[in-house]
């Protein structure tokens, strides 16, 4: 009995990951957008406490509603990068990017990393976790090269919010258990099993990150209810509509 008890665990554990990870080429991806980087000029920039950031679309999701399907129809609207929760894991954990830069700064600027924490996040960054730390300057670094859309980690808590279009993604227990069914090709019922743990995970995650234990609406400057919203493009569009006038691009 206790075999197969930790045989279903197992089998959820790979079926939410495979989930997060789809078919994209995680690493290789992580790896072509650190690439991009000058860390010279990041490292420049950053030490002269330059927190300018390019704007930045940040979409916050209900695990199953089809956030990242959006995201990838705006990025690809807006000619702009998508980088999602398993990717800015990748390069926070497993790329030199982070680890050397903060090093560096370490090395160089004690107590570098805090000022400039707090210069973004003012009293918030004192109660950041080490893992929470290394998301922002991941995400920051990220931002800090070009126009950026992220998908998950609350990464619209951790930029500065005159520089966010953010965007919220809801949807109903039915309706995510569906898509999940549809995507890991399981059953309704271990659909939801899996969506009730991956929003447990993603509770914690943010009480721990973010100190946060709900998303209220006014931390969005959208909301979007995918039981009622079903075309992607039309939503894709406002999104655009409204980040442009937002930034008064053209």
Known sequence: MMANKNQTGKDMDRDIE???????????????????????????????????????ICFSRNIGVGALALAEIVGKNLNRRVIDRQLIEYISNDTQLS????QTFDERRPGWLKEILCLLLGDRAFDLTDYARQLFMTA???AR???????????????????????RCIGSMDLRAR???????????????IIMQTDQEQAEFFRKAHGKTSAPAHEFDMVLNFDYVRDMDAAANAIGTLYHSRFNQG
């Open 179 to 193: 898509n999940i069914a549809k995507t890991l090709a399981v059953d309704e019922k271990k659909a939801r099993q």
């Open 140 to 142: 920051f670094f990220l």
């Open 99 to 102: 680890r050397e830069s903060i």
């Open 18 to 56: 495979t989930y997060w990870k789809g078919q994209r080429k995680i690493s290789q991806l992580a790896m072509e957008y650190v690439s991009q980087m000058n860390l010279d000029d990041i490292r420049q920039k950053m030490e002269t406490l330059n927190a300018e950031i390019f704007p930045a």
């Open 145 to 167: 090269t070009e126009e950026t859309i992220f998908v998950g980690r609350g990464i619209h808590l951790m930029l500065p919010r005159s520089k966010v279009f953010s965007v």
